[in-house]
């Protein structure tokens, strides 16, 4: 059953979730910030558009930059550590770019993202975030079934 | 305000982040593919992405802030992060999860999927600034719209 379920097992998973939460654990006891990753595309946007609801991120988005190259940073070093060259996918480019555009809108409209309300806003134990990610969660693994009953692959 | 910050600030966000990219590339989640095995129900060992991650934030926040002290850094108080539960966290959630459930990448993997030299992801990185765009966009179109129909 286990075997079925997890067939890559659970430890490189858990690892990997709990450097994500040590890397925010470590922002947010030095300055306070509980950081997710989605405000960067708003706050990154207010260096080129007037639109007001990026500028009001101004104030962050140096620091959101910083933390960004901060993640390409890390996986970088992780790839050169343990991968053999670059990995790419096979997931086709219009589903990155369809699914991006939404992602983009949702994550604004929303409030938060995986990181923002799956990490920060659960562990904080915040209903809003609660109600977030439940709602994708069940739509997104309800899209990713369609899109494969549809024989889309990969 | 950049004037008045902590000389450590930036440091430290960059460890942060540098980190938070390191857990994505082990976990793999940087992988649009493993993201969609998870939706499909063909390995579920993704949940314990997010599970292991809000677990460590979830007991920093709460000494931290039962502390009752303040970020070093920034002299800002320890709190947790509480969003405003309206419309728009559940109609958010719902066009996020239907580009998750499409792409397999979500704003922070899809950072790190750079770091691993999946050049692709950029198709996906270049929609997420445009869809966050057009949201701000209309949406500040649509409160200027109300302002305007107030004042009718």
Redesign the interface.
Known sequence: MAAE??????A???????????????????????????T???S??SYV?D????ARYR?SR??RV??????????????LAF?D???????Q?W???????????????????????????????????L??????????????????ALGVT? | MADERHPLFLPVVLAGGLLFGFGLAVSRMTHPEVVLDFLTGEDLGLAFVMGGGAAVVGLTVWAATRSGRSAPLTGRRYARRLKTLDRNVVGGGVVFGVGWGLSGICPGAAYASLGVGNWPILWAVAGMFLGAYAQGVLRTRLAGADVAAAGD
Request: aromatic share 8%.
């Open positions: 379920l997890f067939p890559n097992g659970v490189s998973y858990a690892a990997g979730g709990v450097l994500i939460g040590l890397g925010t654990a470590l922002v947010f006891l030095a300055t306070g910030v509980l950081a997710g990753a989605s960067f595309l708003e990154t946007l558009s639109v007001p609801r990026f104030a140096d620091w910083v933390f960004t190259l901060g993640m390409v940073g890390g996986a970088a070093a992780y790839a991968q060259g670059p990995w790419v996918t096979a997931v480019p589903r990155l770019l369809g699914g991006g555009v939404l992602v983009g809108a949702g994550t604004r409209l929303g409030k938060g993202c995986t990181s923002g309300h799956g990490i920060c806003g659960v562990g904080s134990l915040a209903d809003a975030s109600v977030n990610v439940a709602t994708f969660l069940v739509l997104a693994a309800g899209t990713a079934q369609v899109v494969a990969p």
